[in-house]
């Protein structure tokens, strides 16, 4: 889990000079949810967001990422270290899940901004707003018995995750209707290497998801 980082050095790092004669980079979209992680202290809210980067030195010239609520003065540093990237198609998101409070308290609504700084100290900002309380659904529920994996859940959509010995996500593939084996939902390679599975449950138009408990496979 991300924690905050300093608002302050935010600030300091948005104020950075621009090189003169480099374009900055672009931030043409950004998706958010907010996503409940279950704990022995009681379920918590995090946040989610990935920005689709453009640059005309390529995406890898992006040096750090910040996700900043001015309102309550929070701030997250994200570099290459601790961000994920993803390319669909021609585009490339980058972002990261798991942002929460260190308090575990849920996460401020209003206006958000994310900014990306690339190596030449060129920005770009875009705003978002997360708003909207978190749905009043169960989380999902997932169970094993033997070699077969069974998913309750009411969401609107929801996926069964496959984790290795690490914890590393694996895969991810829709909820089956009803009882399957590993080898059918995940294919023979993953199923051998599963060591934890989980369900995920999202509503897309609420912008808000709900992580079971993992469960081991052995």
């Known amino acids: 889990m991300k924690r905050k980082s300093s608002l302050a050095a935010a600030l300091a790092t948005g104020l950075l000079a621009l090189a003169c004669g480099t374009k ?43 996700v900043v609520q001015d309102e309550a003065r929070l701030a997250w540093r994200l570099t290459s270290a601790n961000w994920t990237k993803r390319t669909e198609g021609s585009d490339t998101w980058i972002g990261s899940a798991g942002l929460a409070l260190d308090s575990y308290q849920s996460l401020p609504r209003g206006d958000y901004r994310m900014m990306a700084i690339d190596a030449a100290g060129d920005r770009a900002e875009r705003s978002f707003k997360v708003e909207g309380a978190f749905p009043d659904r ?81």
Do not use: C
């Open 24 to 66: 900055p980079p672009e931030l043409p979209a950004i998706e958010w949810r907010i996503e409940m992680q279950p704990s022995k202290q009681g379920a918590y809210e995090s946040l989610s967001v990935f920005a689709n980067v453009r640059d005309d030195n390529g995406p890898e010239d992006i040096d750090e990422l910040w």
């Open 138 to 218: 169960p989380p999902p529920s997932v169970a094993i018995a033997g070699d077969k994996l069974s998913i309750r859940s009411s969401w609107p959509e929801t996926l069964a995750l496959a984790f290795d010995a690490a914890g590393q996500l694996l895969a991810s593939k829709g909820a089956p209707q009803q009882a399957s084996g590993l080898d059918e939902l995940f294919g023979t390679d993953i199923a051998a290497k599963t060591r934890e599975l989980a369900a995920y449950g999202y509503d897309p138009a609420a912008h808000a998801g709900y992580y079971s408990w993992r469960i081991g496979t052995k």
